[in-house]
């Protein structure tokens, strides 16, 4: 065997792995892991995922990189089964793996939805996130770096692009323009006519600027699915997370989508059990839920991070945070299903993947019919729900 890449986290270490595929391809016996360091959880499951690669590939040479294996470089450094950590910031560079730079170019066949990095890294210091210590500071890719690579995607037969980011909507705030993201969406829906689907990765609320704004509410190719980076709903705990944004703000912003753009699909990151939580807030948080109508849900219980000022304020028994991500994941599961009902009769721009699932432009999953070719965009009218998943 070769070359072979475990990738955990979020949708950019996603797209950084495909990078990686193709970068290292002819490597001969490699297993990278791109780690995670978002949550305890995170990291449990990157030594996870090192002994289970190792136990598979046994001669094989395992090297870490991530955002794990900067925030816990000692750690994963003192494991037997690494052989060695490359920085997150270096992983995309050839250099750091000894290849040549020609072997860098990305081959895209194959792939339905193609993922490009535009920005990387944080400014903002939210009180429980360790991830600008794996990744630095917000650092943006040029408009015509984005619009090559793009182009490097559609000529691979690809369909839909997904914009991705540590702090996707602070984009272009480090260029010598200062930038904001709608520029970019306005150029490369301009540069490529022909792009059927565009669609944003998580986005920070309080940095969505008017431009998006419009493009999201009126702009048929932007598809109608907002994820946003919400946290908490109630203010008090935003304020010791030191998010931006407060409960009326992400109610706000929703609102004037939904005006705009009825279909438009609402997800979001929510943490259950943050440092000095009480039931109070806690039913913030499960109330937000509902007036926003989330059916997108990622829900992390909260767990300290190392050097982090959550870390040192009054903790939640780890039981009830727990108990209190369960009732969440319940509560978004609810309103998803009746969401889901509710596509039911109606017909949906799917985007056709493997395994016989696509996904509409709300994201909602839809199996189809048997001989659907990956890569197709089919329009169905989904008939029922089963077990969470539209069948066309």
Not at 282 to 290: K, M, Q, R, T, Y
Request: net charge positive; glycine share 6%.
């Amino acid at each position: 065997m070769t070359i072979e890449v475990h990738s955990l986290g979020c949708r950019l270490n996603l797209s950084e792995s495909e990078t990686l595929r193709t970068m290292l391809s002819h490597a001969e016996d490699l297993v990278v892991v791109n780690s995670c360091a978002v949550t305890s959880e995170a990291v449990r499951q990157t030594r996870q995922a090192i002994r289970r690669a190792r136990r598979e590939r046994p001669q094989a040479r395992l090297i870490v990189t991530g955002c794990a294996a900067e925030v816990e470089r000692a750690m994963l450094s003192a494991m037997p089964e690494v052989d060695g950590l490359v920085p997150n910031v270096a992983k995309l560079d050839p250099r750091a793996w000894n290849v040549p730079p020609a072997v860098s170019q990305r081959e895209r066949r194959g792939y339905t939805r193609g993922f490009v990095q535009v920005q990387n890294g944080c400014d903002h210091s939210c009180t429980f996130c360790v991830i600008p210590q794996g990744r630095g500071p917000s650092r943006s890719r040029h408009i015509d770096a984005v619009l090559e690579d793009i182009a490097l995607h559609l000529d691979s037969g690809v369909k839909e692009v997904v914009l991705t980011g540590v702090d996707l909507t602070s984009w272009g705030a480090d260029l010598p323009e200062n930038l904001r993201l709608g520029v970019l969406c306005q150029a490369i829906l301009a540069r490529f006519p022909a792009l059927p689907r565009l669609r944003l990765s998580s986005i920070d609320g309080a940095e969505v600027d008017e431009a998006l704004f419009e493009l999201i509410a009126g702009e048929a190719r932007m598809m109608p699915h907002v994820h946003l980076s919400l946290q908490h709903g109630d203010d008090l705990i935003l304020k010791r997370m030191k998010r931006r944004h407060s409960r009326a703000d992400a109610l706000s912003l929703v609102e004037r989508l939904r005006t705009r753009r009825p279909e438009v699909a609402i997800g979001a990151d929510l943490i259950a059990g943050f440092p000095t939580e009480d039931e109070r807030a806690h039913s913030a948080n499960l109330s937000i839920i509902e007036e926003l109508a989330i059916v997108h849900g990622h829900v992390f219980p909260f767990s300290p991070r190392p050097s982090t000022p959550a870390a040192r304020m009054p903790q939640v028994a780890p039981t009830l945070v727990r108990t209190r991500a369960g009732a969440l994941r319940e509560k978004i599961a609810a309103v998803r299903n009746r969401w889901l009902a509710g596509q039911t009769g109606k017909p949906l721009w799917i985007l056709a993947e493997k395994g016989g699932i696509g996904h509409a432009e709300n994201f909602a999953p839809v199996r189809l019919p048997e001989g659907v070719n990956p890569g197709s965009l089919l329009h169905v009218v989904p008939t029922r729900v089963v077990k969470g998943i539209l069948e066309a």
